[in-house]
C-alpha cells in the first residue's frame, strides 16, 4: 500500500535535510508506524510528524514542511533527485548530443574486416539489430537514444599508432547507451559490448551501458526518462563495484517500487562470462 501525496511532496523545494534516517528511526523509542512509513520526531520542530519511508531514502515533515533525504555519499551537491516514479517531462531536445558534423565521420557501413571482427567477439551478435559500421580498422558502434542518433563509440581492431583500443569522442555529458526492447525490466552494465552479448543473453530486458564503472546524475536521468522501470539489475565486472552503483542509485535517485538485482561477477567481465555460457549450451 501507499500513502498518496507523502513521496512526491517538496523535492522541489530548497528545505531540505541530508541525514541517516536509519539512525533516526531506531533512536525513537518507542515509534509507531504505519504500513509504509516510519513515524518520529522532526529534529528540526520536534512534532512527532516525521514520516520516513520504509526502505530509507526519503522523508518528510508534516508539520514544519521539512524533506528529508537518506545521508550516504552523494556524487554531487546540486540538489535534484532523479524521480523514476512518475512521468518523463524533458523532451529529446535537451538531450545532449555530438554535432551532426561529428556524427557524420562515422562510417557508413559494415566492411568485411568489421564483420569477421564483430563475429568472432561473439558469434551471437544480430548484426543489422544495432547497426554497427566499421572501416578497416575499427568498429563504430552508433548510440540511439529515443531512435535518435546521439553519440559514437569506437573499438580498434587493427593495430594503428597511438591509437587506444577505444575512442570515446569529448561530450560535455556522458551518456548512455541503450538498447530498446520496451521492458520494464533493465540490465546495467559498464561496457557497450557487454550491454550487446546481455541482449543475446538474456530475453524481456532493456540494457543500458554507463560507459565505465560510475553513473552520473545526467546518466540516471536519461535512463529515467525512456520509461519507469520496475526491476534494475546490476552486473558489473566485479561484484563490489555492482553493489557501490545500486547504492549510489538509491541515493541520487527517487525511487519507490523499483526492485534491485545483483548479478554476481566472477571478475570476467559480463560479455567473456556469458559468451562461455551459451558456447556451453550448444555442447
Ligand atoms: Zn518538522
Known amino acids: 500500500m501507499r500513502v498518496q501525496g507523502i513521496d512526491k511532496m517538496n523535492l522541489n523545494k530548497k528545505k531540505f535535510k541530508k541525514i541517516n534516517l536509519k539512525n533516526l528511526v531506531s ?10 512509513h516510519f513515524i518520529v520526531h522532526c529534529i528540526e520542530c520536534n512534532s512527532p510528524k516525521l514520516y520516513i519511508l520504509k526502505n530509507y531514502t526519503t522523508g518528510y515533515c508534516f508539520k514544519c514542511d521539512l524533506a ?13 533527485l532523479v524521480d523514476f516514479n512518475s512521468t518523463p517531462k524533458k523532451t529529446i531536445n535537451e538531450i545532449v548530443s555530438l ?78 547507451y541503450h538498447i530498446n526492447n520496451q521492458s520494464k525490466k533493465l540490465i546495467i552494465t559498464e561496457g557497450v559490448f557487454d550491454a550487446i552479448a546481455c541482449s543475446s543473453f538474456y530475453d524481456d530486458y532493456d540494457f543500458v551501458s554507463i560507459l565505465g564503472k560510475s553513473i552520473t546524475k545526467y546518466q540516471l536521468w536519461m535512463i529515467r526518462n525512456i520509461r519507469v522501470f520496475e526491476k534494475i539489475v546490476i552486473f558489473l565486472d566485479d561484484t563490489s563495484l555492482s553493489k557501490k552503483l545500486m547504492t549510489s542509485i538509491r541515493n541520487e535517485s527517487f525511487i519507490q517500487d523499483v526492485s534491485f538485482e545483483i548479478i554476481e561477477s566472477t571478475c570476467a567481465d559480463p560479455e567473456e562470462v556469458l559468451l562461455k555460457e551459451i558456447k556451453s549450451r550448444r555442447t
Open 27 to 36: 533512536n525513537e523509542n518507542p515509534c509507531s508506524e504505519n504500513d509504509t
Open 68 to 80: 528529508y533525504f537518506n545521508n550516504l555519499d552523494i556524487m554531487d551537491n546540486e540538489f535534484s
Open 99 to 176: 554535432s551532426s558534423n561529428e556524427l557524420k565521420s562515422i562510417p557508413s557501413k559494415l566492411t568485411s574486416a568489421g564483420e569477421r571482427y564483430l563475429l568472432k567477439r561473439n558469434p551471437n551478435i544480430e548484426l543489422s539489430r544495432f547497426k554497427i559500421t566499421s572501416d578497416n580498422y575499427k568498429v563504430t558502434i552508433p548510440f540511439f537514444y529515443l531512435e535518435k542518433l546521439i553519440y559514437y563509440q569506437n573499438r580498434y581492431f587493427a593495430n594503428v599508432n597511438n591509437k587506444h583500443k577505444y575512442y570515446n569522442p569529448r561530450i560535455t555529458k556522458k551518456p548512455i
